[in-house]
C-alpha cells in the first residue's frame, strides 16, 4: 500500500508568480483535502474534493484553486503569490469524504 | 465555526514522566482526532474518538473523550525521546453540504530531555 505522497518538497517564489503544489492520494483513497500551516500554527482547511468535484472551502480566497485527477491524485494552485502565503501546504487522503485522512509529508513553499 | 483550544503549548519532561495534553472545543465534538508531527512533517494519526466517555490506548499513548464530548485528553506514560514532536487536536464535522472538514487546534511542542 502506497502512502501519501507530495512534490516537491521545498520550493521558493516570489510574489506575484504562481505554483502548483502536487498529491497523490493514498491507494484506494477517492477524496483529498488540502491545508496550510504556518509557521507554529495548526494545518488550516484551503478546499476538499471528493470525486473530482470540490466538496467545500475554507477560508481561502479564489486565487488558492485545485484540481482532482481520474487516478484521484489532486493538484493545489495559488496564483499572484504574497509574502503571507509562505507556509508549509499538507495534502490528506480519505477513504470518502468522511473518514481517518492520512497526511503527506507537506510541501514548504517559501515566498521572497 | 469550531475553535479548539489545546493547552499546555509547549512540554518538556523528563524522560519516563508522565504527561497531559488537553484539547478543548468551543461546539460538541463529533469526532475528535489526534495526531503528531515531526517540525515541518506531515502529520501522522494516532487515534480518533467519536463517543463520548471513549477512550483509547496505541502503546503508552492514551486518549480519552469526555462524556460531554467538549474535551479531550492526550495521556504519554513513561515518556521516551521518540514522543518528542508536535502533538495536534482536530474536529471533524460535516457541513451542509456533507463534506468533512478538519479544524485543528494550535498544537502542543512535546520536548524530552534524556
Known amino acids: 500500500e502506497t502512502g501519501v505522497t507530495q512534490s516537491p518538497t521545498h520550493l521558493i517564489k516570489t510574489r506575484g508568480q504562481q505554483v502548483t503544489l502536487r498529491c497523490s492520494s493514498q491507494?484506494?483513497?477517492?477524496?483529498v483535502s488540502w491545508y496550510q500551516q504556518a509557521l507554529g500554527q495548526g494545518p488550516q482547511f484551503i478546499f476538499q474534493?471528493?470525486?473530482?468535484?470540490?466538496?467545500g472551502r475554507g477560508n481561502f480566497p479564489p486565487r488558492f484553486s485545485g484540481l482532482q485527477f481520474p487516478n484521484y491524485s489532486s493538484e493545489l494552485n495559488v496564483n499572484a503569490l504574497e509574502l503571507d502565503d509562505s507556509a508549509l501546504y499538507l495534502c490528506?487522503?480519505?477513504?470518502?469524504?468522511?473518514?481517518?485522512?492520512?497526511f503527506g509529508p507537506g510541501t514548504r513553499l517559501t515566498v521572497t | 465555526s469550531q475553535e479548539l483550544e489545546q493547552s499546555p503549548q509547549s512540554l518538556i519532561v523528563q524522560e519516563g514522566k508522565n504527561l497531559t495534553i488537553n484539547c478543548t472545543s468551543s461546539k460538541t465534538l463529533y469526532g475528535l482526532y489526534w495526531y503528531k508531527q515531526k517540525y515541518g512533517e506531515g502529520l501522522i494519526f494516532l487515534m480518533m474518538l467519536q463517543k463520548g466517555g471513549e477512550e483509547k490506548s496505541h502503546e503508552k499513548i492514551t486518549a480519552k473523550l469526555d462524556e460531554k464530548k467538549q474535551q479531550s485528553s492526550l495521556h504519554i506514560t513513561a515518556s521516551q525521546p521518540s514522543h518528542a514532536g508536535i502533538y495536534l487536536c482536530?474536529?471533524?464535522?460535516?457541513?451542509?453540504?456533507?463534506?468533512?472538514?478538519?479544524?485543528f487546534g494550535t498544537g502542543t511542542k512535546l520536548q524530552v530531555i534524556p
Open positions: 491507494s484506494g483513497h477517492n477524496t
Open positions: 490528506a487522503s480519505s477513504l470518502e469524504s468522511v473518514g481517518e485522512q492520512y
Open positions: 482536530g474536529a471533524g464535522a460535516l457541513d451542509s453540504g456533507g463534506y468533512q472538514k478538519v479544524t
Open positions: 474534493y471528493y470525486r473530482e468535484e470540490e466538496n
